[in-house]
Protein backbone atom coordinates (compact mmCIF):
# COMPACT_ATOMS: atom_id res chain seq x y z
CA UNK A 1 0.00 0.00 0.00
CA UNK A 2 1.33 3.48 -0.57
CA UNK A 3 3.17 4.87 2.37
CA UNK A 4 1.31 8.39 2.17
CA UNK A 5 0.28 11.26 -0.55
CA UNK A 6 -1.93 9.63 -3.17
CA UNK A 7 -3.48 6.51 -3.47
CA UNK A 8 -5.24 4.23 -5.59
CA UNK A 9 -4.21 4.85 -9.40
CA UNK A 10 -4.92 6.63 -12.34
CA UNK A 11 -6.79 9.84 -13.51
CA UNK A 12 -8.33 10.07 -10.30
CA UNK A 13 -5.86 10.53 -8.01
CA UNK A 14 -4.29 13.22 -10.43
CA UNK A 15 -7.38 14.91 -10.30
CA UNK A 16 -7.50 15.21 -5.83
CA UNK A 17 -4.00 16.31 -6.29
CA UNK A 18 -4.86 19.14 -8.15
CA UNK A 19 -7.74 19.81 -5.99
CA UNK A 20 -5.13 19.86 -3.34
CA UNK A 21 -2.91 22.03 -5.07
CA UNK A 22 -5.16 24.28 -5.79
CA UNK A 23 -7.24 24.70 -2.43
CA UNK A 24 -4.15 24.68 -0.19
CA UNK A 25 -6.64 24.23 2.59
CA UNK A 26 -7.56 20.99 1.77
CA UNK A 27 -6.04 17.79 3.76
CA UNK A 28 -7.46 15.19 2.41
CA UNK A 29 -9.17 14.34 -0.38
CA UNK A 30 -11.10 11.30 -1.50
CA UNK A 31 -13.98 10.48 -3.92
CA UNK A 32 -15.68 7.11 -2.72
CA UNK A 33 -17.65 4.89 -4.97
CA UNK A 34 -22.02 4.49 -4.11
CA UNK A 35 -21.03 1.35 -2.58
CA UNK A 36 -18.64 3.77 -0.19
CA UNK A 37 -15.11 1.84 -1.47
CA UNK A 38 -12.70 4.27 -1.53
CA UNK A 39 -11.81 5.25 -5.28
CA UNK A 40 -9.04 7.30 -5.13
CA UNK A 41 -7.68 9.46 -1.61
CA UNK A 42 -5.17 12.09 -0.83
CA UNK A 43 -4.13 11.20 2.93
CA UNK A 44 -1.24 11.39 4.76
CA UNK A 45 1.10 8.54 5.95
CA UNK A 46 -0.39 6.18 8.45
CA UNK A 47 -3.87 7.09 8.27
CA UNK A 48 -6.37 3.86 8.27
CA UNK A 49 -7.82 4.04 4.68
CA UNK A 50 -10.44 1.59 5.71
CA UNK A 51 -11.72 3.63 8.88
CA UNK A 52 -11.31 7.11 7.02
CA UNK A 53 -13.38 5.42 3.83
CA UNK A 54 -15.92 3.85 6.39
CA UNK A 55 -16.14 7.25 7.94
CA UNK A 56 -16.77 9.05 5.17
CA UNK A 57 -19.53 6.93 3.64
CA UNK A 58 -21.75 6.84 6.59
CA UNK A 59 -21.93 10.66 6.09
CA UNK A 60 -22.50 10.58 2.67
CA UNK A 61 -25.28 8.12 3.62
CA UNK A 62 -26.54 10.50 6.31
CA UNK A 63 -26.34 13.11 3.82
CA UNK A 64 -28.55 10.98 1.10
CA UNK A 65 -31.14 10.38 3.48
CA UNK A 66 -32.03 13.50 5.04
CA UNK A 67 -32.06 15.16 1.25
CA UNK A 68 -34.24 12.67 0.46
CA UNK A 69 -36.49 13.24 4.01
CA UNK A 70 -36.61 16.81 2.38
CA UNK A 71 -37.70 16.38 -0.98
CA UNK A 72 -34.76 15.60 -3.00
CA UNK A 73 -33.38 12.55 -4.93
CA UNK A 74 -30.05 13.09 -3.54
CA UNK A 75 -27.65 15.78 -1.63
CA UNK A 76 -25.57 18.39 -4.05
CA UNK A 77 -22.94 19.22 -1.47
CA UNK A 78 -22.81 19.33 2.33
CA UNK A 79 -20.63 21.13 5.15
CA UNK A 80 -19.99 19.63 8.37
CA UNK A 81 -18.28 22.37 11.05
CA UNK A 82 -16.62 20.88 13.93
CA UNK A 83 -14.11 21.47 16.06
CA UNK A 84 -11.55 20.26 14.54
CA UNK A 85 -12.25 21.58 11.44
CA UNK A 86 -14.81 20.99 8.85
CA UNK A 87 -15.48 18.11 6.25
CA UNK A 88 -16.84 18.87 2.88
CA UNK A 89 -18.86 16.59 0.67
CA UNK A 90 -20.41 17.09 -2.66
CA UNK A 91 -21.93 14.81 -4.65
CA UNK A 92 -21.16 13.21 -8.04
CA UNK A 93 -23.54 11.51 -10.94
CA UNK A 94 -24.18 7.76 -10.09
CA UNK A 95 -24.17 8.25 -6.07
CA UNK A 96 -20.30 8.82 -5.83
CA UNK A 97 -19.14 11.43 -3.21
CA UNK A 98 -16.29 13.87 -3.31
CA UNK A 99 -15.28 13.98 0.33
CA UNK A 100 -12.62 16.88 1.56
CA UNK A 101 -11.49 17.98 5.31
CA UNK A 102 -9.92 21.26 5.99
CA UNK A 103 -8.61 23.20 8.81
CA UNK A 104 -11.17 24.45 11.06
CA UNK A 105 -9.87 27.96 9.86
CA UNK A 106 -10.08 27.04 6.22
CA UNK A 107 -12.15 29.03 3.55
CA UNK A 108 -14.72 27.09 3.22
CA UNK A 109 -16.59 28.31 0.06
CA UNK A 110 -13.66 28.95 -1.62
CA UNK A 111 -13.06 24.94 -1.26
CA UNK A 112 -15.93 24.07 -2.33
CA UNK A 113 -16.36 26.27 -4.82
CA UNK A 114 -12.89 24.34 -6.39
CA UNK A 115 -14.41 21.12 -5.43
CA UNK A 116 -17.82 22.23 -7.48
CA UNK A 117 -15.20 23.07 -10.43
CA UNK A 118 -13.75 19.64 -9.94
CA UNK A 119 -16.68 17.67 -10.10
CA UNK A 120 -17.29 17.79 -13.73
CA UNK A 121 -13.98 15.74 -14.73
CA UNK A 122 -14.07 13.67 -11.45
CA UNK A 123 -17.39 12.04 -13.01
CA UNK A 124 -15.79 11.43 -16.30
CA UNK A 125 -13.02 9.53 -14.82
CA UNK A 126 -14.15 6.00 -13.81
CA UNK A 127 -12.23 4.16 -10.51
CA UNK A 128 -9.83 2.55 -12.24
CA UNK A 129 -8.49 5.44 -13.62
CA UNK A 130 -9.55 5.45 -17.23
CA UNK A 131 -10.95 8.86 -18.58
CA UNK A 132 -14.42 8.22 -19.46
CA UNK A 133 -14.46 10.96 -22.12
CA UNK A 134 -12.74 14.44 -23.14
CA UNK A 135 -8.85 14.86 -21.69
CA UNK A 136 -8.35 15.13 -18.12
CA UNK A 137 -6.03 18.33 -16.52
CA UNK A 138 -7.19 18.72 -13.37
CA UNK A 139 -9.52 21.47 -12.01
CA UNK A 140 -7.65 24.04 -14.09
CA UNK A 141 -7.66 27.79 -12.79
CA UNK A 142 -9.74 29.01 -9.97
CA UNK A 143 -11.81 31.64 -12.30
CA UNK A 144 -12.21 34.48 -9.76
CA UNK B 1 -11.30 9.77 63.62
CA UNK B 2 -14.52 11.06 63.25
CA UNK B 3 -13.60 14.66 61.75
CA UNK B 4 -10.97 12.51 59.12
CA UNK B 5 -14.15 10.86 58.16
CA UNK B 6 -16.00 13.88 57.97
CA UNK B 7 -13.39 15.44 55.88
CA UNK B 8 -12.92 12.47 53.47
CA UNK B 9 -16.54 12.55 52.89
CA UNK B 10 -16.26 16.07 51.79
CA UNK B 11 -13.41 15.77 50.08
CA UNK B 12 -14.66 13.08 47.70
CA UNK B 13 -18.10 14.52 47.37
CA UNK B 14 -16.22 17.69 45.59
CA UNK B 15 -14.10 15.54 43.48
CA UNK B 16 -17.54 14.07 42.23
CA UNK B 17 -19.23 17.43 41.79
CA UNK B 18 -15.79 18.08 39.47
CA UNK B 19 -15.88 15.63 37.57
CA UNK B 20 -19.56 16.13 37.04
CA UNK B 21 -19.00 19.30 35.97
CA UNK B 22 -16.13 18.68 34.00
CA UNK B 23 -18.18 15.70 31.96
CA UNK B 24 -20.95 17.83 31.43
CA UNK B 25 -18.66 20.96 29.66
CA UNK B 26 -17.22 18.56 27.62
CA UNK B 27 -19.89 17.14 26.10
CA UNK B 28 -22.24 20.19 26.15
CA UNK B 29 -18.90 21.84 23.97
CA UNK B 30 -18.79 19.47 21.34
CA UNK B 31 -22.41 19.63 20.92
CA UNK B 32 -24.30 20.74 17.21
CA UNK B 33 -24.78 24.29 17.04
CA UNK B 34 -26.78 25.99 14.57
CA UNK B 35 -25.04 26.06 11.49
CA UNK B 36 -22.52 23.62 11.64
CA UNK B 37 -24.59 21.44 8.99
CA UNK B 38 -25.51 22.92 5.79
CA UNK B 39 -26.69 20.27 3.44
CA UNK B 40 -27.89 21.82 -0.14
CA UNK B 41 -30.12 19.05 -2.08
CA UNK B 42 -30.16 18.34 -6.00
CA UNK B 43 -32.45 20.44 -6.53
CA UNK B 44 -31.10 23.55 -4.99
CA UNK B 45 -32.97 23.82 -1.84
CA UNK B 46 -31.10 24.54 1.28
CA UNK B 47 -31.47 22.46 4.46
CA UNK B 48 -29.97 22.79 8.02
CA UNK B 49 -31.24 19.08 9.54
CA UNK B 50 -32.65 18.66 12.85
CA UNK B 51 -30.53 19.34 15.78
CA UNK B 52 -29.98 15.70 16.29
CA UNK B 53 -29.35 14.78 12.99
CA UNK B 54 -26.38 17.65 12.75
CA UNK B 55 -24.94 16.12 16.17
CA UNK B 56 -25.06 12.93 13.96
CA UNK B 57 -23.35 14.64 10.92
CA UNK B 58 -20.71 16.48 13.34
CA UNK B 59 -20.11 12.79 15.69
CA UNK B 60 -18.87 11.38 12.76
CA UNK B 61 -17.37 14.42 11.18
CA UNK B 62 -15.35 14.40 14.06
CA UNK B 63 -14.04 10.91 13.66
CA UNK B 64 -13.37 11.65 10.14
CA UNK B 65 -11.14 14.55 11.39
CA UNK B 66 -9.82 12.53 14.02
CA UNK B 67 -8.68 9.73 11.39
CA UNK B 68 -7.43 11.98 8.97
CA UNK B 69 -4.88 13.64 11.26
Redesign the interface.
Known sequence: MAEGGTTSTGGLEGLLENLRALSGEV??AAVLSAGGDLEAAT??P???RE??AA??A??AG??RR??RE??????????????????LLV?LEGDRTLAA?TEPDARVGLVLYDMRNARKELEQTSGNGAPAGSETGGPGERKQ | MKRILGRLLVLGAAAGAVYALRNYLESSSARASRGDVQLTLDNGASVEPSSAEAQEFVDIARKVLEIAG
Not at chain 1, 77 to 87: L, N
Open positions: TTLPGVDRYMLALIATANGGSGFAEARIRAEEGHVGT
